[in-house]
């Protein structure tokens, strides 16, 4: 059974940092793809960032680049968030995501939410 939980979130203020964690299990973690993605209120879920299976290739939103790192420890199951220099348009919760099998079934976790506020 296919498990992402993700976990980090909070409250934060404008300029501060987070680090979300999302432990991965139910699949060979180290050969996929993992993505971070997030929802703000009345706005569509949006890609944040990627990670390829070895961690070494990454790609980010245009609105987080520069600010947001994604990594993986693929020994831990575990893909991270680095979140620096938090804006309010950072508010939102974060879901970790995964295709697998042929058919690039989706799989998401419950989401972490992370508050900005002053």
């Known amino acids: 059974q296919v498990k992402l939980e993700e976990s980090g979130g909070g409250l934060v203020q404008p300029g501060g940092s987070l680090t979300l964690s999302c432990q991965a299990s139910?699949?060979?973690?180290?050969?996929?793809?993992m993505y971070w993605y997030r929802q703000a209120p009345g706005k569509p879920r949006e890609l944040v960032a990627t990670?390829?299976?070895?961690?070494?290739?990454?790609s980010y939103a245009d609105s987080v680049e520069g600010r947001f790192t994604i990594s993986r420890d693929n020994d831990k199951n575990t893909v991270f968030l680095r979140m620096n220099n938090i804006v309010p348009d950072d508010a939102a919760v974060y879901y970790c995501?995964?295709?697998?099998?042929?058919?690039?079934?989706?799989?998401w976790g419950q989401g972490t939410q992370v508050v900005v506020s002053s």
């Open positions: 995501n995964v295709l697998l099998g042929f058919h690039r079934k989706d799989y």
């Open positions: 139910g699949f060979t973690f180290r050969d996929n793809t």
């Open positions: 990670i390829l299976s070895a961690g070494i290739s990454t």
